[in-house]
């Protein structure tokens, strides 16, 4: 997608590898959180998310840990496969009052080695 | 519709013109949500609404920008005088209850020239 590029943090993984991607999130108050995953040329599409009152939460092939401690996330990609390529954000809720947005990570590159 | 849809899918125009984006949301979804892509970056809130209302417009990048939602609906973003730093992905999501879990359109790739 557009967000691939120089500057994006990259995993090289290989194939049949657990993968792993960290997010440090900014808001204390961010009560909701998810990952999506953006292939090329498309839009974010949603993978996994977590309420803060969780600190794990586990999907089909994926993982999400939650550490309010230190504001950060990780994803986890069991088995990682090739169609599994892509860049993955996080993104933290803010909600309250008239504010309700999705605010972004900057992006991870996860480029699956056959 | 099965999904949230965008259209154009891709636009040039020249600086200084005039464009309009358009967002069809999933059916049903009260929320919508405008962000834009640039390359290499991270995705840049822009404004939601609540139904037609939109309470946060913090996001948008100056007075080029506007959007609108007609009928709880369909979204239109529109920029004015478009400049060449406009050239980006815009991209459009709903989600069924504010706040709620967000699903993205594809996208329209934007490029002023």
């Known amino acids: 997608g557009e967000s691939v590029g120089l500057h994006l943090p990259t995993l090289s993984v290989q194939e049949g590898d657990n993968s792993i991607i960290n997010c440090a999130y900014s808001?204390?108050?961010?009560?909701?959180f998810i990952w999506y995953k953006q292939e090329s040329g498309k839009g974010p599409q949603f993978i996994i998310d977590?309420?803060?009152?969780?600190d794990k939460r586990q999907g089909q092939r994926v993982t999400v840990l939650l550490n309010k401690t230190v504001k950060h996330l990780s994803l986890q990609i069991a088995a990682t496969q090739p169609g599994d390529s892509a860049v993955y954000f996080c993104?933290?809720?803010?909600?309250?009052?008239?504010?309700?947005?999705?605010?972004f990570g900057t992006g991870t590159l996860l480029a699956v080695q056959p | 519709g099965a999904g949230v849809s965008q259209s154009p899918s891709n636009k040039v125009t020249e600086k200084g013109k005039d464009v309009e984006l358009r967002c069809d949301p999933i059916s049903g979804h009260t929320a919508l949500y405008w962000y834009r892509q640039s390359l290499g970056q991270g995705l840049e809130f822009l404004i939601y609404f609540q139904g037609n209302s939109a309470p946060d417009k913090s996001g948008l990048p100056s007075d080029r920008f506007s959007a609108e939602r007609t009928g709880g609906s369909v979204s239109t973003l529109t920029i004015q005088r478009t400049q060449q730093e406009d050239s980006a992905v815009y991209l459009c999501?709903?989600?069924?209850?504010?706040?709620?879990?967000?699903?993205f359109g594809q996208g329209t790739r934007l490029t002023v020239v």
């Open positions: 977590i309420r803060s009152n969780m």
């Open positions: 993104a933290e809720r803010l909600y309250g009052g008239a504010t309700n947005k999705l605010i």
């Open positions: 808001n204390s108050a961010s009560d909701y």
């Open positions: 999501a709903s989600s069924l209850e504010l706040g709620g879990k967000a699903f």
